[in-house]
C-alpha cells in the first residue's frame, strides 16, 4: 500500500511499504477516506534527523471498516468510523477517568510502533474502544468536521476544559492555527462571553471572528499582554487556551491569565521545563493541559457536528491527494495553508 513517509527534515515521500494488516484480535484495519496533516507534524518536519527507514506519519483519520479481529464487537466492516490520534481500549483506569491519552494499553498513531493515518490504511489496536462508528456515507458534507474529531477540535474543546472555561467567563486563545481556531469554537460553546485571539494571520483571524472571537490582538511578548489587560479591565482573563508550546507563548499565556485563573496547555511544549513559574505561583493561576483525551469528547462533540451548530471542518482551506501529501506539508510550514486534508 501507500504511505506517506518523513525521512527527515523537509523531506517527505509517498512510498510503497507492507500492507497494513490484523494483528491482534482486537485490531481493526480500516481503509482510509479522509486523513490530514497537522501541525504537530511539522515539528518533525521543522527538525527531524535523517533515517534510512523513515517514520510512517498521520495520526488524523476518517475510514471504513474492511476487517475486524475476532474479538472485535462494536463495528462490522463496511462501517464508516472516526479515529482519535491516540489508540485505547477503553476500559482501564485511565480511560474510565477519561484520560484515554494514558490508557495503559494504548498509544499513538504514526509512531512506528503502529502506522500512520496518512496512509491507505491502517492498522487500529484495540478497536472497540478507540473507534467510533459514524452515522454517516464516506462522501458527506460534515467528513472535514468530522474529521477534526481526530484531533484538532478535541484539542480545542481540552485547552477550553482545562483553562475552566464556562459560562460568562472572560477567555483567550493563544495561536491561531486549526487547534486554536478551533479552541475558539470550544470556548464559545462552553459559554465564553468574551474571546480575545491572539494571532497575526489575517485570514485565520477573520475565521476565529467567524467562530466567536469577540477581541483580536496581533501584537506580541509585553505588548500582547499589555492590550489583552486593556481589554479587560486591567485585570487578564479567567481562562488563556496555550495552543502554540513555545517559551514565549506559555509566558504571554501565563502572563495574562487573571489572579486565580487557568492556562489550559494544549500546545506540544517545545521546553522541558516550564516558563513563567513565579508569576503563575503568585498569582495562583492553574496551569493545566497535556495531549487531550480526543476519545473522551467525541460522543459529547458528535452530535453538536452532525447537528450544524459547530463547523471546525472549516479550518481546512486546502484538498490534497495522496501524492500531494508532501506540498501540502510544505503549504503548512510556509503558512500557506491553515490546514490540509488529504482525500483518497
Ligand atoms: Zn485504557
Redesign the pocket.
Known amino acids: 500500500m501507500r504511505a506517506t513517509v518523513m525521512f527527515g527534515a523537509g523531506d517527505v515521500r509517498i512510498e510503497d511499504v507492507p500492507d497494513a494488516r490484523l494483528i491482534e484480535p482486537t485490531d481493526a484495519l480500516v481503509a482510509v477516506s479522509r486523513a490530514a496533516i497537522c501541525g504537530s507534524d511539522l515539528w518533525p518536519y521543522k527538525t527531524m534527523e535523517h533515517s534510512e527507514s523513515g517514520r510512517q506519519m498521520g495520526h488524523e483519520a476518517i475510514g471504513v471498516v474492511e476487517a475486524v479481529g475476532a474479538d472485535v464487537r462494536t463495528m462490522r466492516v463496511g462501517d464508516v468510523v472516526v479515529a482519535p490520534f491516540a489508540y485505547?481500549?477503553?476500559?482501564?483506569?485511565?480511560?474510565h477517568e477519561g484520560i484515554?491519552t494514558s490508557?495503559?494499553?494504548?498509544g499513538f498513531f504514526g509512531t512506528g510502533e503502529v502506522g500512520g493515518g496518512q496512509a491507505e490504511a491502517v492498522r487500529v489496536p484495540q478497536a472497540d474502544?478507540t473507534l467510533v462508528v459514524l452515522p454517516v456515507d464516506q462522501g458527506d458534507a460534515l467528513m472535514p468536521s468530522l474529521l477534526t474529531l481526530t484531533d484538532v477540535m478535541g484539542t480545542g474543546h481540552h485547552g477550553a476544559v482545562a483553562a475552566k472555561v464556562g459560562p460568562g467567563k472572560t477567555a483567550a486563545v493563544v495561536g491561531d492555527g486549526a487547534v486554536g481556531l478551533c479552541g475558539v469554537i470550544a470556548a464559545r460553546r462552553l459559554g465564553a462571553e468574551q474571546i480575545i485571539l491572539l494571532g497575526r494571520h489575517p485570514d485565520r483571524i477573520a475565521l476565529a471572528r467567524e467562530f466567536g472571537a469577540t477581541d483580536v490582538v496581533s501584537e506580541r511578548g509585553e505588548e500582547a499582554v499589555e492590550r489583552v489587560r486593556e481589554l479587560t479591565d486591567g485585570f487578564g482573563v479567567h481562562s488563556v487556551l496555550e495552543c502554540v508550546g513555545l517559551e514565549q507563548s506559555t509566558l504571554t499565556a501565563i502572563a495574562i491569565a487573571r489572579p486565580g485563573g487557568a492556562v489550559g496547555r494544549v500546545g506540544v511544549p517545545q521546553d522541558e521545563t516550564m516558563p513563567a513559574a513565579l508569576p503563575a505561583f503568585y498569582n495562583n493561576v492553574t496551569v493545566g493541559g497535556g495531549p487531550a483525551p480526543v476519545r473522551a469528547y467525541i460522543e459529547e462533540l458528535l452530535p453538536d457536528v452532525l447537528e450544524g451548530r459547530i463547523e471546525p471542518g472549516r479550518v481546512f482551506d486546502r484538498v490534497a491527494s495522496l501524492d500531494e501529501v508532501p506540498d501540502g506539508y510544505r503549504a503548512m510550514n510556509e503558512r500557506e495553508a491553515i490546514k490540509v486534508m488529504v482525500a483518497f
Open positions: 485505547s481500549d477503553g476500559t482501564c483506569v485511565f480511560c484515554h490508557c495503559i494499553h494504548g474502544g
